[in-house]
Nanobody
Framework: QVQLVESGGGLVQAGGSLRLSCVAS????????MGWFRQAPGKEREFVAA????????YYADSVKGRSTISRDNAKNTMYLQMNSLKPEDTAVYYC??????????????????WGQGTQVTVSS
């Protein structure tokens, strides 16, 4: 089955930047939709960004639009989330997700089948 492993989280000051990575293994992913979600303790998991593995289409939550860039490197089987101008409200565990059904860029948890373990992002004031 597909495995997803996130990395790149850490503690940063407000206004700083982080680049999260998600390494995928187990299959080829040319037809997959891929997404980033985040979850704070006691809160529901929320959508951040999505991309088609084949490239082209991207979609961002309003909360990160203009500050974040989702991308992928097919040769490395890796998806990235570049986050700039970080705010304390960005603090959460960030999860990588994969949807093998194809072309829809879902914004809900139920739209994805595979999930990584998460990486913690903490933004201090």
């Amino acid at each position: 089955q597909v495995q997803l492993v996130e990395s790149g989280g850490g503690l940063v000051q407000a206004g700083g930047s982080l680049r999260l990575s998600c390494v995928a293994s187990g299959r080829t992913f040319s037809s997959y939709a891929m997404g980033w979600f985040r979850q704070a303790p006691g809160k529901e998991r929320e959508f951040v960004a999505a991309i088609r593995w084949s490239g082209g289409s991207t979609y961002y939550a309003d909360s990160v639009k203009g500050r974040s860039t989702i991308s992928r490197d097919n040769a490395k089987n890796t998806m990235y989330l570049q986050m700039n101008s970080l705010k304390p409200e960005d603090t959460a565990v960030y999860y990588c997700a994969a949807d093998p059904t194809g072309h829809s860029l879902s914004t809900v948890v139920a739209g994805y089948k595979y999930w990584g373990q998460g990486t913690q992002v903490t933004v201090s004031s």
